[in-house]
């Protein structure tokens, strides 16, 4: 009897806790409607209509046995089942990327996508060039980068919507490996009609008395330039006469080519401007301006075949001094 009760009592626990079950393609979409907080955008990204969107995300709550998703107006949120599942849908999506390209490693074929990103200076005036000899080596991958400030290519990396990153300052993120990379030096431009132009150094009483054009909050290249003034005797930024706050290097190029004022930006971001005659590099004294630019990854993730492969280049291209003049 014990026996025949015990045989009853565990098939009536199997039927009263419903298995929970769901394929990747499900997890794929759910991931892309989190993550663009939009039914439409992501119907977009996975090439699906928006009705076939809703009706797999409600088979999906239907197997796991509750919502995972809030409409919030028209922002879409998840609930806190869904950032469960999400955590676990992003790590098993990078599992199956993964298997993918090492099957294609072991069958020696080469292909496939990487994603990238840099911050203004790397992401425009190195890392196009270093694509360039990458894909000599490698023809038949192709790599998407993303160019945003410093603080948006560490999100992005953290949130796995890149697979490396290049940035202009040193992260303090637990979660990202960071290797230096190339030199950089920050230098003073003006335009070469500014009365300071004749000179090669100017003090800093005399860059506090200029107007003063400022990257946007998130650059590196501000991070490095208010690290080095707060070592001086000013108080950072806050004592210098800011005009404007500019979001690119090439913006705040056209502004004091255009005599809005003056900015601390990198040399690589005003090289051809000095060439031509444009601009002039000063230095300010006291203040020796140099950095380094890091490549990022998120360490929780396995990295794939393909981005190992960039993220070597990447640190031998470093070494050896190629493709980044």
């Not at 601390?264 to 006291?286: D, Y």
Request: glycine letters at 8%; aromatic letters at 6%.
């Amino acid at each position: 009897m014990p026996g025949i009760y015990k045989s009853h009592l565990k098939k009536s626990i199997s039927h009263q806790i419903p298995s929970i079950d769901f394929d990747l393609r499900q997890l794929e979409i759910f991931r892309r409607v989190v993550e663009l907080e939009s039914f439409s955008k992501a119907a977009a990204a996975v090439f699906l209509a928006q009705a076939s969107v809703s009706e797999r995300i409600a088979n999906l709550e239907n197997m796991v046995g509750t919502r995972l998703l809030d409409r919030l107006g028209r922002q879409v949120v998840p609930t806190k089942a869904g950032e469960l599942l999400y955590k676990h849908a992003v790590l098993l999506l990078d599992m199956k990327k993964t298997a993918s390209l090492e099957m294609q490693e072991f069958l020696g074929i080469k292909r496939g996508e990487i994603l990238i990103g840099g911050s203004t200076i790397p992401g425009e005036y190195i890392l196009p060039k270093v694509i360039g000899r990458f894909r000599e080596k490698y023809p038949h991958v192709s790599a998407m980068l993303t160019i945003a400030d410093t603080g948006e290519i560490e999100r992005l990396v953290l949130e796995g919507a890149l697979d490396l990153g290049v940035i202009g300052s040193r992260s303090t993120h637990r979660s990202l490996i960071q290797h230096e990379l190339w030199k950089d030096e920050l230098v003073l431009a003006v335009p070469v009609q500014h009365r300071l132009a004749r000179k090669k150094v100017v003090s800093l009483e005399e860059l506090i008395e200029e107007p003063f054009i400022l990257r946007e909050v998130g650059s590196g290249t501000l991070r490095i330039m208010e690290d080095y003034l707060q070592g001086s005797r000013s108080r950072g930024s806050s004592s210098l006469n800011v005009v404007s706050r500019l979001g690119t290097s090439t913006a705040v190029k056209e502004g004091i080519k255009a005599g809005l004022g003056i900015s601390i930006l990198s040399s690589r971001a005003v090289e051809t401007e000095i060439k031509v005659g444009i601009l002039k590099a000063l230095k300010v004294k006291g203040l020796s301006m140099s950095r380094s630019f890091y490549l990022i990854r998120d360490k929780r993730r396995i990295a794939s075949p393909l981005c190992q492969a960039m993220l070597d280049f990447l640190l031998v291209t470093s070494y050896e001094g190629k493709g980044v003049k």
